[in-house]
Each structure stands twice: as structure tokens, then as C-alpha cells.
């Protein structure tokens, strides 16, 4: 066993050291100039192309062809923006313990969904409080 172990541990150095030795192509090819403030997630829908960064006033939206920026009004106060495949949703949770169901394609709020609490979020009491 010792010697399997010791074979194993040589190999994954062995491996791993020729992964760090390999030289990175990346670089920074454009800047695209987008408002200012902070975001949680940036999220990506290839099927638009779209780049998803949720803010407290608006979701800003990149598109990684054109470099075009835009916003979305209805989608605001989120952590991030969850693309729904073969829709224009987006599904966005939100700090009130909700999820909000955007239309990127009218910028239109389709509903507001309330979360179930887990749980954890459960006291002794049965009461749900914040965690």
C-alpha cells in the first residue's frame, strides 16, 4: 500500500508540475467602458451572447460581439442574473427572498416569486427569521 501511495503521489507532482510550467496565452485584448458600482456575479448566455452583470439600479448587459453595452431597468437589486435556456427570462434572486423573473427582450418584470425558507432559517418557535 505504501508503495501504491507513494507511485500515486509521485505521478500527481509530476503532472501537476508540467501543468504550472505551462505559459498562459491570455491578455487583454479591449476595455468596455461600463458604469460604475460594484456587482456579486457576472453570468453568460451563449445563446445571445450576452454578458449579465447585476446592480442594484439596473442589470448591464454586454454583448460580446458588438461590444455593445445596455441596461436593464426591470432587473434591479439582485445578486445576478440567471439566463432561462430557449426563453428571453431571466430568473434573478434577490435580497428580499425572492426570485424575479425578468423578460430581457421588453425589459418587463414577469413576476416575483417568493423563496421557501430552509430550514435553518427556522428557530425553536417555528417563526422564520433571517439567517
Request: aromatic content about 4%; some cysteine; charged content about 20%.
Amino acid at each position: 500500500m505504501r508503495t501504491v501511495c507513494s507511485v500515486a503521489f509521485v505521478l500527481s507532482a509530476l503532472l501537476s508540475s508540467a501543468a504550472l510550467g505551462a505559459t498562459s496565452n491570455y491578455k487583454i485584448v479591449d476595455r468596455i467602458k461600463v458604469p460604475d458600482g460594484g456587482f456579486d456575479c457576472a453570468t453568460f448566455d451563449p445563446a445571445t451572447g450576452h454578458v449579465l452583470m447585476a446592480r442594484t439600479d439596473f442589470t448591464t448587459v454586454i454583448d460580446v460581439k458588438t461590444a455593445k453595452v445596455s441596461q436593464l431597468t426591470g432587473a434591479a437589486r439582485a445578486h445576478m442574473a440567471v439566463p432561462i435556456p430557449g426563453t428571453t427570462l431571466i430568473a434573478m434572486p434577490q435580497r428580499e427572498g425572492k426570485f424575479r423573473i425578468v423578460d430581457m427582450a421588453t425589459d418587463m418584470v414577469l413576476a416575483d416569486v417568493l423563496m421557501a425558507r430552509s430550514e435553518r432559517q427556522v428557530g425553536d418557535t417555528g417563526a422564520a427569521h433571517d439567517a
